[in-house]
């Protein structure tokens, strides 16, 4: 019997989520799990919920229906603010510089898809290039910021489509542009996982870098599936948010059979091109460039959504043992990741990633909402795991276990997230007059910053201050 657990937030009601939430009721309506018997034969996680723990389940049910609800409008303002931001950047930058354009008869229309159409996180941060950035044997300097900016940037590209980080790639950063994919997830019936492939060199290449897309901010899925608490069981692994498993092509809750399937038998999931999963197309062609750049070791990186998806990646290499590729695994590196899976991936994960070397790096800025989820309790089980390099607001480094405040909710956290929203605006519009004007925050920036006031944690999560902590921070023993 396989063993899953599965928060339904798309076919249980109202009545029964009101009593679930109230007397602890209509559990199996809200809970779908693997295995068999009654409640109490399901273990204490599930049939004795305090009501802490029925809270967080309704709240994040909620918070996937409504954003569900809001698929198609948000979808549309998406491509609306992105196409009108694109504007904007072709013609000056500005309303007066449209507005010129426009009367003089030599307005810019943005092309979707083009080597100049940012994505929206791409007009929030402006900068493509690398910082500093003088060689690729710099990028050998594991503790380097070389190393670390690098990761953030391409982290960040991958956010950009096929055409935009083809030409960063080649044009600005002088390397070699491998492949840019948009695999499928069957749970949500489209090509929703981008990922591209880059080496720092077309021959002979000592890095090969692998990036995955994190959550866009106008995808309902995307935020569904950080908002999502379901898992998988995998014995040799542990139990594995499944949202993530799905995001990587592997399976389905909806035939949950499907999971075991794919990862036995890959070659039922990889044959059709229009559907071919991230997991098997990324290491099939990671296995070739081995191959053809002997020398070379792999990075794998990814922000947000993406950074979850960058460390199950290896954990998957290391479950169908794939010891040769992993042994050139040079560094998994993550920013504002959430948490991925039980004790028992952390046990695993510390022993074949973490030790006798260090490969694994995951970067937490400040309040970011994203890394406390899910939650850590005696529940969900989720657990963080490898080294976390946390920054608080002022970009000072400190290497901790685990991030503070781990789980974000209660009214205690409530006016201390707020202070910091408040202080996150100020500081923003401050950071061109103190760093300098590389640093000056886009208009754009600005009005997401402020959106922290709305939704604490949310803003703290975006690249921009990911970027910041790479250039700007420094380490310190305490704050």
């Known amino acids: 019997m396989e063993d899953y657990l599965i928060v339904r937030s798309d076919t249980v009601s109202l009545a029964d989520l009101a009593r679930f939430l109230t007397y602890g009721e209509r559990v199996e309506k809200v809970i779908e799990t693997g295995r068999v018997g009654s409640l109490e034969q399901r273990g204490p996680a599930v049939s004795a919920l305090s009501q ?25 303002y998406g491509l609306v603010v992105e196409f009108f931001l694109n504007l904007l950047y072709l013609n000056g930058g500005g309303l007066v510089g449209l507005i010129r354009n426009l009367l003089t ?7 979707r898809g083009s080597s100049s159409y940012l994505s929206f996180i791409g007009h929030i941060d402006t900068r493509l290039d690398l910082h500093n950035f003088q060689s690729q044997s710099a990028l050998r300097e594991l503790e380097g910021r070389a190393l670390l900016d690098f990761c953030i940037m391409a982290s960040k590209l991958a956010y950009e489509n096929a055409n935009v980080v083809e030409d960063v790639v080649t044009n600005r950063w002088k390397m070699h542009f491998v492949e840019f994919y948009s695999c499928w997830n069957e749970y949500q019936k489209e090509r929703s996982t981008q990922v591209f492939i880059m080496c720092d060199k ?7 870098l692998i990036s995955f897309r ?3 901010p106008f995808d309902a899925d995307d935020w569904c599936t950080d908002f999502d608490y379901s898992w998988y069981h995998i014995p040799q692994l542990g139990k594995i948010h499944m949202g993530f498993l799905e995001a990587l092509g592997l399976g389905t809750r909806d035939q949950i059979s499907t999971v075991q399937l794919s990862l036995q038998d890959p070659k039922s999931f990889s044959e059709n091109r229009n559907k071919r999963n991230a ?13 053809v750049h002997p020398n070379a070791k792999f990075i794998v990186t990814g922000h947000s959504l993406g950074g979850a998806l960058a460390i199950l990646f290896p954990a998957i290499l290391l479950l169908h043992e794939e010891t040769e590729v992993v042994e050139r695994l040079l560094a998994v590196s993550t920013f504002g990741q959430p948490r991925v899976g039980d004790a028992q991936l952390e046990r695993f994960m510390e022993a074949h990633v973490c030790h006798p070397v260090e490969k694994y790096f995951r970067v937490v800025y400040c309040n970011d909402l994203i890394p406390r989820i899910p939650y850590d309790d005696r529940m969900f089980l989720y657990k963080h795991f490898g080294v976390c390099r946390y920054y608080n ?3 000072i480094e400190k290497e901790m276990k685990e991030e503070p405040d781990r789980n974000f909710f209660g009214v205690k956290y409530i006016i201390p997230l707020y202070l910091t929203a ?14 300098g004007s590389e ?15 709305v939704m604490p944690g949310i803003s703290a999560h975006c690249p921009t201050n990911y970027v910041n902590c790479a250039r700007l921070g420094k380490k310190s023993s305490r704050f």
């Open 439 to 453: 640093y000056k925050e886009t208009w754009v920036a600005t009005f997401f910053t402020i959106l922290g006031l």
């Open 393 to 395: 607001s002022l970009f």
């Open 105 to 111: 008869g030599k307005i810019v229309m943005p092309e």
């Open 422 to 435: 408040v202080w996150e605006i100020i500081k923003g519009l401050a950071m061109g007059c103190i760093f």
């Open 214 to 216: 994190g959550t866009e």
């Open 202 to 208: 077309q021959k002979n290449a000592d890095i090969i």
């Open 279 to 291: 997991y098997y197309t990324v290491r099939n062609k990671l296995r070739s460039l081995l191959k």
């Open 52 to 76: 802490d723990h029925r809270w967080v389940i309704v709240v994040s049910i909620v918070a996937r229906r409504i954003i569900t609800f809001l698929r198609k409008p948000m979808e549309l």
